[in-house]
């Protein structure tokens, strides 16, 4: 049973707590449905000021909505397109302090002012990404970013290569 916990001390040892418990929220479940839709439940009560956290997953073609806490979102975005699909075409994480300066940004949220996309890579093969954004312009910085791309390599230790959409 998962229990909400106050995290305490430096952003380091809440990291490492979250973490851990994303590790335990997700060990030894085969679905990836559950362990996405529990990473991004456990991420949207962990992060403060962000307004929507989730994963579009990668279908072979373009990204497709998949679990998430927030507003109803897009549901396809094209690979170079916005910051999500930018960061899938170049797999590579994107931390954008101000949205509306990003070429292309697909609007989803008007409440939307800074994003961090981490790409997840299985086997060099793009599987989806992780989105977060925040009504906040510069939210996300470099620890964020780390703290992340951690929870990312987690959660790609435990997902099949394909995913049914």
Same mark, same amino acid.
């Given at each position: 049973?998962?229990?909400?916990?106050?995290?305490?001390?430096?952003?380091?040892?809440?990291?490492?707590? #979250?973490?851990?418990?994303?590790?335990?929220?997700?060990? @030894?479940?085969?679905?990836?449905?559950?362990?996405?839709?529990?990473?991004? !439940?456990?991420?949207?009560? /962990?992060?403060? @000021?962000?307004?929507?956290?989730?994963?579009?997953?990668?279908?072979? +073609?373009?990204?497709?909505?998949?679990?998430?806490?927030?507003?109803?979102?897009? &549901?396809?975005?094209?690979?170079?397109?916005? #910051?999500?699909?930018?960061?899938?075409?170049? +797999?590579?994480?994107? #931390?954008?302090?101000?949205?509306? !300066? /990003? *070429?292309?940004?697909?609007?989803? @949220?008007?409440?939307?002012?800074?994003?961090?996309?981490? *790409?997840?890579? +299985?086997?060099?093969?793009?599987?989806?990404?992780?989105?977060? @954004?925040? *009504?906040?312009?510069?939210? /996300?910085?470099?620890?964020?970013? #780390? /703290?992340?791309? +951690? !929870?990312?390599?987690?959660?790609?230790?435990?997902?099949?290569?394909? &995913?049914?959409?």
């Amino acid at each position: 049973m998962f229990q909400a916990v106050s995290y305490e001390g430096t952003r380091s040892e809440q990291h490492t707590a #979250v973490l851990g418990q994303l590790s335990a929220l997700i060990r @030894d479940e085969p679905s990836a449905i559950a362990n996405l839709a529990n990473a991004a !439940a456990l991420l949207n009560v /962990f992060m403060t @000021d962000t307004n929507w956290v989730g994963f579009y997953l990668y279908d072979g +073609k373009e990204l497709v909505l998949g679990p998430f806490q927030g507003l109803p979102a897009c &549901i396809r975005i094209p690979l170079g397109r916005g #910051v999500c699909g930018t960061s899938a075409a170049e +797999k590579r994480t994107l #931390v954008v302090d101000d949205v509306h !300066a /990003f *070429p292309g940004h697909i609007a989803c @949220d008007a409440a939307s002012n800074s994003e961090i996309v981490v *790409p997840i890579i +299985k086997n060099g093969e793009l599987y989806g990404v992780l989105d977060i @954004d925040s *009504p906040i312009k510069n939210r /996300f910085d470099d620890e964020d970013r #780390v /703290f992340l791309e +951690k !929870a990312v390599s987690l959660l790609t230790e435990q997902l099949e290569v394909t &995913i049914p959409l």
